[in-house]
């Protein structure tokens, strides 16, 4: 349903008058859209599955899910050509409504990976957690597929279709702990500050086509060159309207108040989703309309979002600084503002582009996709110790080491990476490059800003480093000897599966950088 109902938009959308076009499109590349469209039909057959699976089985709802997404991941193999586009305007080959280029492969595999790693963190915390099973995994897959979608969609109304196909899904799994007061107050506070954001993009967007009369990217960015005098305001406030969606997909400061509260009310797996694909969503569209359809408005969104970047990481990192250790919910409130301070380095390479050009945007391919490797494995090593210490606090992690070697040394090794210390060189090379790209932008005092941030970092991702291999907090009552051992079930083996796959990611990019970091260097459009 999620694919067609995208499909049906962009087809829709291409088949609106434009001027010198036949109102048809071409026929439709199956094989292009196939990711989206294996996503969006195992949702759909989880759904009516649901219905038939007896209560016992329901956990096999949820490997088929994961099964999917393998899937669908797969499924991208026959398109790394990176040459492939459907829903495209008989009249003008180049006025396509989905496009399969590099940037959107990389993207796609980013999300893709992503919620499969999402999934299996949530094997274990469906059944336990009671949650209903077809809603979950129906929702989830939707809200992936729609994120899948949107970095192959070139108009704008693809745009919106898969940026509300991905965030309506993640309202309800946010809120889906039913009598649960923090999920539900997280999900209302997410819903309404999202759809507020959306309706003032909306407005940019009919700005957008009534100053240009087209919907197409390529096409935008050709009529903005041209704007006729009197429409040169609509157009600017057209412009910066449109960011703002985006802008709070990201977390960008003054977007970001939604984050703390949705981590902690939403269920651990899909606080890791939120993360990484819902951050992913919104650079993506954020590039998506700045390089290709604003290049002309470039010194409106330029500025804008370096300030923006700045503000963000600046308090991002401020606000992680003051997380106290015995604090409930702490480490996912701690991961929460890491998360919006992340935010802001990720914004400076596309602020960056509008000074010295589109290609500045692959530091920021780059960096996204060592920081959705480490830090879904930090959330997975979260959801680990969640299972025995449910208050979620740092000084819950003390001397983690001392019962869960390989998980202490994982979050170490992740939370060095996202400082961008050794031995997480990923973390230390994706942070240069982007420092890089505001140097070469002629951006010094955002590069000032950056370095100093790196710094204020260092010391709340280095505390709770240090906390995991202290000695572990006595335990009233019970042997000393014993406690270690009294205190450590069994970890699930689906959770250990993603602590695994993403330390085995962040190892190999660690040793072998440029497998991300040549995004940084080579152009990710089509010339």
Known sequence: MTALYAAAASAASAAAPQPGAAALV??????????????????LVILVADLFVPERKKPLLGWTAVAGLAVATLALLPLRAGDRATFCLTGDAGACSYTVDHFALVVQFLV????????????????????PAGEFWFLLLSSAAGAALLPAA???????????VASLPAFALVGLRRGDRLSSEAALKFFLSSVTATAVSLLGV??????TGSLH??????????????LDTLAMAGVALTLVGFAFKTAAVPFHFWVPDTYVGAPLPIAAYLSVIGKAVGFTGLILVTVIAFPAYSDVWGPALAVLAALTMTLGNAAALRQAKDRAHGAVRLLAWSSVGQAGYLLVPIAAAAYAGRDQIGATVAYALMYAAVNLGAFAVVALVARTSPRGRIDDFRGLYATRPFAALSLAFFLLCLAGLPPGIIGLFAKVTVFRSAVDAGLGWLAVVMAVNV?????????????????PTPVEGADAAAA???????APLPVMAAIVITAVVALVLSGAPQLVLRFASTGLFPK
């Open 26 to 43: 071409q026929s439709v590349d199956w094989l292009a859209i196939a990711p989206v469209v294996i996503t969006a039909a195992v949702g």
């Open 112 to 131: 893709l990976g992503g919620a499969l790693v999402t999934a299996l963190l949530s094997v274990t915390a469906v059944e336990e957690s009671r949650l």
């Open 455 to 471: 710094v204020v970092a260092l010391f709340y991702y280095l505390q709770w480093t240090a906390l995991l291999f202290r000695t």
């Open 206 to 211: 009919s700005f957008v086509y009534a100053a």
């Open 217 to 230: 990217l390529t096409r935008v960015a050709e009529g903005l060159q041209d704007v006729p005098a009197q």
């Open 484 to 490: 270690p051992v009294a205190s450590r079930p069994k």
């Open 154 to 164: 070139r108009d704008l109304a693809t745009l919106i279709v898969a940026l509300e």
